[in-house]
């Protein structure tokens, strides 16, 4: 399966790994994932796109997809091409969305 996402060209370039598009496409088996990478990335899919989430109101279905205008989702971005930097992004987002929902849940009190 295909995946698409963002790289962190700076970081790359600091790194010293030559990263011509910010854009990278991975071909990855699901089945060599954990369970838990696997729903990390599922949860972000749109077709072959893995897209950042965010958090709209309060509950169990408050997630939703970050968007910029025109309602287009913003493919999530790693720091680094790979999929061990794609799953640290996707954590890294998951921290994010736990954080304002908590902050979320505390103001509706």
Not at 19 to 44: F, H, K
């Amino acid at each position: 399966m295909k995946l698409r996402y963002k790289v962190n060209q700076g970081e790359c370039f600091r790194a010293g790994i030559n990263c011509e598009r910010s854009i990278q496409v991975d071909e990855v088996d699901p089945a060599t994932l954990l369970q838990e990478e696997r729903n990390l990335i599922g949860d972000r899919l749109r077709g072959i796109d893995v897209v950042k989430l965010g958090v709209s109101g309060s509950g169990p279905d408050a997630r939703t997809f970050d968007c910029k205008e025109g309602n287009s989702p913003l493919l999530i971005e790693a720091k680094l091409p790979g999929l061990e930097h794609l799953i640290a992004a996707c954590r890294q987002n998951q921290l994010e969305i736990d954080k304002e929902s908590g902050e979320k849940q505390q103001v509706t009190k």
